[in-house]
């Protein structure tokens, strides 16, 4: 069976905010460092399932719901953002639904990603599918990468 991939619904809300706060989650994350609240994710979660121009996807494999992919459309490019669900990590999950992703979203000319230095996983899936660094951010210990299709 292979993994799919469809838009979020309402009714994945308590996944993915169990997911937002799962701790590998918090320390691989460039936007913040502390658990967020379910009335704050409540209302990011619905920004994206209600946005014409930004997607939340849920991936599942058979019956059970592997992680997420936001993208966020910018004018020229897509921002791609992921994460595993922590019972599924270290089994290619991350490489096979990005790949799904880009597959399905390949209209744009790109896609790029940001990722702490130390993210050695999400690293090496973006380097995987193609990805190259196109700037290093010292300050923040971040990669931007880009994918030129």
Same mark, same amino acid.
């Given at each position: 069976?292979?993994?799919?991939? @469809?838009? %979020?619904? +309402?009714?994945?809300?308590?996944?993915?905010?169990?997911?937002?706060?799962?701790?590998?989650?918090?320390?691989?994350?460039?936007?913040?460092?502390?658990?967020?609240?379910?009335?704050?994710?409540?209302?990011?979660?619905?920004?994206?399932?209600?946005?014409?121009?930004?997607?939340?996807?849920?991936?599942?494999y058979k019956t059970q719901?592997?992680?997420?992919? @936001? +993208?966020?459309?910018?004018?020229?490019?897509?921002?791609?953002?992921?994460?595993?669900?922590?019972?599924?990590?270290?089994?290619?999950?991350?490489? @096979?639904?990005?790949?799904?992703?880009?597959?399905?979203?390949?209209?744009?000319?790109?896609?790029? %990603? @940001?990722?702490?230095?130390?993210?050695? %996983?999400?690293? #090496? +899936?973006?380097?995987?599918?193609?990805?190259?660094?196109?700037?290093?951010?010292?300050?923040?210990?971040?990669?931007?990468?880009? #994918?030129?299709?």
């Amino acid at each position: 069976m292979s993994i799919t991939i @469809r838009k %979020a619904k +309402i009714s994945d809300l308590l996944k993915t905010f169990e997911w937002a706060n799962e701790k590998e989650t918090i320390k691989n994350s460039i936007e913040r460092s502390k658990k967020v609240s379910l009335n704050e994710h409540t209302k990011w979660f619905k920004n994206y399932i209600f946005s014409k121009h930004n997607h939340l996807l849920i991936a599942s494999y058979k019956t059970q719901l592997i992680g997420l992919v @936001r +993208i966020d459309m910018k004018k020229k490019y897509f921002f791609l953002s992921f994460l595993v669900d922590k019972d599924k990590r270290n089994k290619s999950f991350g490489y @096979r639904i990005l790949n799904k992703v880009i597959k399905k979203y390949k209209k744009k000319k790109f896609f790029q %990603a @940001r990722v702490k230095k130390n993210n050695l %996983a999400s690293n #090496l +899936i973006f380097k995987k599918l193609g990805f190259e660094i196109k700037y290093t951010n010292q300050i923040k210990k971040t990669y931007l990468y880009r #994918l030129v299709l």
